[in-house]
């Protein structure tokens, strides 16, 4: 029967193995490959920002995928985090275990070393002096201290041995630079989102997800006025003030309030020739309630405001709620005169369209926008096509449309035309639709045009002059089949302005078989051609264009245009135009601000980094040891050395030492 002390040596012997592989080499290589590669992700992918911006750059299989992974939060993702404490685990284990024998180490001067083992030395030398080795020993020691060399002397026997140590605290790098990575690791967990992962695992805080005002945002989505770290972002137009930042996380977001308010004075931007922002700072006032009057201070990107440990950054610039004013161009009636509105941006208000009470939402405004364009020479350059702004359309049901609109006109290839881009999802890029700018530089001429397809007395007395050259005077019988061929043309164009040549190829698809189709619908582009062509002269006539020539190039060039636009409005999805006339501009600053006491620790870290690098690389650890024995007449000494790093300047500096050596006492060997 075994022993007790004999049952329980297995679990005694499993410790230290348990022991040894977390303070392995390999497994800290392995985890700090790890987190570099995490780290490369976190910086290449942009961390934080919303879900819908990853789901429209990405797709919605990669989008789950990179979800499921955590990339869109790598530093507050549970695996990295898990990553950061094994390496302090690791690293710790290592100091633990490594450190006592290191200082162990530093205070030996391995006296009891043998001579046949420092004749083995690669660099050694021996002599021969006159004197008793009481006295070369001393007078070795004496010139080894002069030299920066800590002594110590043994007497065994009939022989001396004297060792010397320089840079000894060499060793105290590996200690440094390992106790650096824990306190690096420590300062970023006690920064990093671990405690509000444990606050919502144990439900004590649930991201927002609501667009809703900070005022009525619950208390589950609120962190404590003392919550140590944190880095949020806030939005603040010119003139107001906030308390409070947002904490983006995945979906949602959390409300921290600030002991203090921030109030953007200020906002000022400069912009490169093309329009490009070159950079962009604010003029802040703090109202703190512990202070006697308001401190002021100007940030720009790279230069913070530290105040009281929270460090506030120039992050950003966006629209702060500028003032529109616009024109409503009704796209389903004859009537061709604007609704005029004003609203502001970040702001809805109703509004009475032919498909019922809809919600018009101003969501953005660019005075500035930089798009690429091809020059003549066929070379890509950056081009200001100056402000436009965006808005959602949505109907009682929830559906919107989202537009864009530019405000000054564009040019394409020596034409000019109004551009507003429409789409369904925030997934799918901007369908533009392309309104052909008139003599007088506005839209007027295309909408009086639009207009007149809405206007059926009008659409009918064309259509009956187009078949009165066609059937000449009539009896009563024919004149039946002529109302009905009028009715007909009608229709057609009714049928273009809801869904453009598009709608008109579907009803011929549907109606006509297929070996007809194409000869059917030549026919009623050339019937509807000829009806919008007499609408468009009339227009024309009614303006005082002098048609007595015939039709002017660029008048028919507007016409061919108008009737591309045209088209294209039924899949428009508005009842109207909205073009924007005038705007009070307002700018909003993106400020970031963080409480991060953790970073006190890092830059520790970074000292003690700093530190362990220094004493490892610059300060190099050398041994000497001298054997001094009487022979006969004379005394021998043996001299050895070695020198952990830098092995050539070693050598260089045991040479001059066993030079000055040399010119004392007489070698023996070399």
């Not at 359309?393 to 609109?405: F, N």
């Not at 024309?540 to 002017?552: F, T």
């Not at 009070?584 to 000292?607: C, E, H, T, W």
């Amino acid at each position: 029967m075994k022993s007790s002390a004999q049952r329980s040596s297995p679990r005694r012997r499993s410790t230290p193995v348990a022991l040894e592989f977390l303070g392995s080499m390999n497994l800290a290589i392995t985890l700090l490959v790890a987190i570099a590669i995490a780290s490369v992700v976190g910086t290449v992918l942009q961390q934080n920002q919303p879900y819908q911006d990853y789901l429209i750059k990405f797709g919605p299989f990669w989008f789950e995928v990179f979800d499921t992974l955590g990339l869109y939060d790598v530093y507050g993702a549970s695996w990295f985090l898990a990553i950061l404490a094994f390496l302090v685990l690791s690293t710790s284990v290592c100091i633990w275990r490594n450190t006592p024998n290191m200082l162990r180490e530093m205070r030996q001067f391995h006296l009891n070393v043998r001579y046949n083992s420092l004749r083995a030395f690669h660099h050694k030398r021996e002599w021969e002096a006159g004197a008793e080795p009481q006295a070369l020993q001393q007078a070795l020691a004496g010139w080894l201290q002069g030299l920066g060399y800590r002594t110590r002397a043994r007497q065994d026997g009939g022989h001396y041995i004297l060792a010397a140590v320089r840079g000894r605290y060499s060793k105290l790098g590996y200690f440094f630079t390992h106790a650096a990575i824990v306190v690096i690791c420590v300062g970023a967990l006690f920064d990093s989102g671990l405690p509000l992962m444990l606050r919502e695992a144990s439900g004590q805080l649930k991201p927002e997800t609501r667009d809703i005002p900070a005022s009525e945002v619950p208390a589950i989505s609120r962190l404590p006025l003392s919550n140590p770290s944190f880095r949020g972002s806030v939005r603040i137009p010119e003139g107001s003030s906030a308390n409070i930042v947002f904490l983006q996380l995945r979906d949602g977001y959390l409300v921290q309030p600030l002991p203090f308010s921030v109030e953007v004075k200020d906002f000022r931007i400069e912009h490169y020739a093309t329009g490009q922002p070159r950079s962009f700072e604010s003029d802040l006032v703090i109202h703190d309630p512990g202070l006697d009057a308001p401190v002021t201070r100007t940030i720009a990107v790279n230069h913070p405001w530290i105040y009281k440990g929270y460090a506030i950054y120039q992050a950003s610039f966006s629209d702060g709620g500028t003032g529109l004013t616009l024109d409503a161009w009704p796209l389903r009636a004859a009537d061709i005169q604007p609704l005029r509105l004003t609203g502001k941006v970040r702001a809805s208000q109703p509004i009475d369209t032919p498909d019922g009470p809809m919600t018009l939402e101003f969501t953005d405004f660019r005075m500035f926008n930089i798009n690429p364009v091809v020059d003549e020479e066929g070379r890509e350059q950056q081009k200001n096509f100056g402000p436009n702004f965006t808005f959602r359309l949505r109907d009682a049901a929830g559906q919107a449309h989202e537009y864009e609109t530019y405000m000054l006109p564009v040019e394409f290839e020596g034409r000019r035309f109004m551009l507003s881009g429409v789409r369904t999802s925030q997934a799918e890029p901007f369908r533009y639709l392309h309104i052909p700018i008139d003599e007088a530089g506005g839209i007027e001429r295309f909408m009086r045009f639009h207009a007149m397809l809405f206007d059926d007395r009008r659409v009918l007395e064309i259509a009956r002059r187009a078949t009165d050259q066609s059937f000449g005077q009539l009896d009563e019988p024919v004149a039946v089949g002529q109302a009905q061929v009028v009715q007909s043309m009608l229709g057609l164009v009714k049928q273009f302005r809801g869904g453009g040549f598009d709608a008109i190829a579907d009803m011929v698809g549907q109606r006509v078989p297929e070996g007809r189709r194409d000869e059917v619908l030549n026919a009623y582009f050339k019937v509807l051609q000829t009806i919008l062509g007499e609408l468009y002269v009339e227009l024309l006539r009614a303006e005082g264009v002098d048609l007595s020539q015939g039709m002017r190039e660029q008048d028919a060039r507007f016409f061919d245009e108008s009737l591309t636009a045209a088209a294209a409005l039924g899949a428009y999805g508005s009842p109207f135009f909205f073009q924007l006339r005038d705007f009070d501009f307002v700018q909003a600053s993106g400020l970031q601000i963080a409480r991060a006491p953790g970073k006190n620790v890092v830059y520790l870290g970074f000292a003690l980094l700093c530190i362990g690098v220094f004493l490892m690389f610059y300060v190099p650890n050398r041994k000497l040891w001298f054997w001094i024995e009487r022979r006969g007449e004379s005394s021998h000494i043996l001299g050895a050395g070695t020198g952990h790093r830098h092995q050539r300047d070693f050598e260089r500096e045991f040479e001059t030492l066993c030079a000055q050596l040399d010119a004392r006492w007489k070698t023996v060997t070399r």
